[in-house]
């Protein structure tokens, strides 16, 4: 499977049309069944990416990664040499607990890799960004640090 462009996969089209587009660009052998809240969740999110990025559309992402034998999915997930950054999509509220429970078991998973990991959980309801911090807390995130627009930022 291949890491895609999620600003590609969220324009302006049908989800039967966006399914083949997933299909196609990530090399999955089957057609994913894509949620229509969570492709509005993931347009909102490029929206605010785009607010805060000039090349959203050169995001790559594996869309919807599944760890065999386990069944376990990660909704965004970038992995690159020098580090991974995990985004869960939420269109409704969710308590903390709930975030914290399902970042910290992410990386849990994603720790075997061996680099460090940017745990994100993005609400679109409430246009809400969180983090995970490295002391198992949710704080509230800083899209610009996301962004790469800073120094020692995660720089997507």
């Not at 996969?9 to 994913?32: A, C, D, H, M, P």
């Not at 509005?40 to 929206?47: A, D, G, I, T, Y």
């Not at 849990?108 to 911090?133: A, M």
């Amino acid at each position: 499977m291949k890491s895609i462009s999620i600003y590609a996969v969220t324009r302006n089209q049908n989800i039967e049309q966006l399914q083949k587009l997933e299909r196609q660009l990530s090399g999955r052998e089957y057609f994913l069944k894509m949620r229509t809240w969570e492709l509005e969740s993931m347009r909102s999110l490029v929206r605010e990416l785009e607010a805060h990025m000039d090349e959203v559309y050169a995001l790559r992402f594996f869309y919807s990664f599944q760890i065999p034998r386990l069944g376990k999915e990660f909704d965004l997930l970038q992995i690159k040499d020098e580090q991974i950054v995990n985004i869960e999509l939420k269109s409704g509220a969710v308590s903390d607990e709930t975030i914290r429970k399902q970042l910290t078991q992410n990386r849990y998973y994603l720790s075997v890799l061996g680099r460090p990991i940017y745990s994100y959980t993005y609400i679109s309801s409430q246009n809400r960004l969180v983090r995970l911090t490295n002391h198992d807390h949710i704080v509230e995130a800083d899209w610009q640090q996301l962004c790469g627009n800073k120094k020692n930022a995660v720089a997507l």
